[in-house]
């Protein structure tokens, strides 16, 4: 059974950044499609950040909710079996339990932007930026 932990939360000011890896199970990492999400006290889980996998052909494809585009970078390593999410300009909005998830039997070239498109979830790492 594959699992996925999560790494990297903590406690930064506003302006400031975090990485957070995600370390999956399971010789197939490079076969997975990989996404990040999140979910605020009282909120519902909301999408984050997704790639996919490639096959050797091409640079992965990536695709981020509006309001993280252009200060977060999803990336990954196949060798390490990790996904990162690489949080720049960290808003007190961003602050969130964030998940990391993954879809074990996907499409090449394909994004996951739906959580029940995920079947394996890690349980989270929390972010916090103080207002």
């Known amino acids: 059974q594959v699992q996925v932990v999560e790494s990297g939360g903590g406690l930064v000011q506003t302006g400031g950044s975090l990485r957070l890896s995600c370390v999956a199970s399971?010789?197939?990492?490079?076969?997975?499609?990989m996404g990040w999400f999140r979910q605020a006290p009282g909120k519902e889980r909301e999408f984050v950040a997704a790639i996919n996998w490639r096959g050797g052909l091409g640079d992965y494809g990536t695709f981020y909710a509006d309001s993280v585009k252009g200060r977060f970078t999803i990336s990954r390593d196949n060798a390490k079996n990790t996904v990162y999410l690489q949080m720049n300009s960290l808003k007190p909005e961003d602050t969130a339990a964030y998940y990391c998830?993954?879809?074990?039997?996907?499409?090449?070239?394909?994004?996951?932007?739906?959580?029940?498109?995920?079947?394996?979830w890690g349980q989270g790492t929390q972010v916090t930026i103080p207002s």
């Open positions: 399971g010789r197939a990492f490079g076969s997975y499609a």
């Open positions: 998830a993954a879809r074990t039997t996907a499409a090449m070239l394909t994004l996951y932007l739906q959580d029940y498109e995920y079947d394996t």
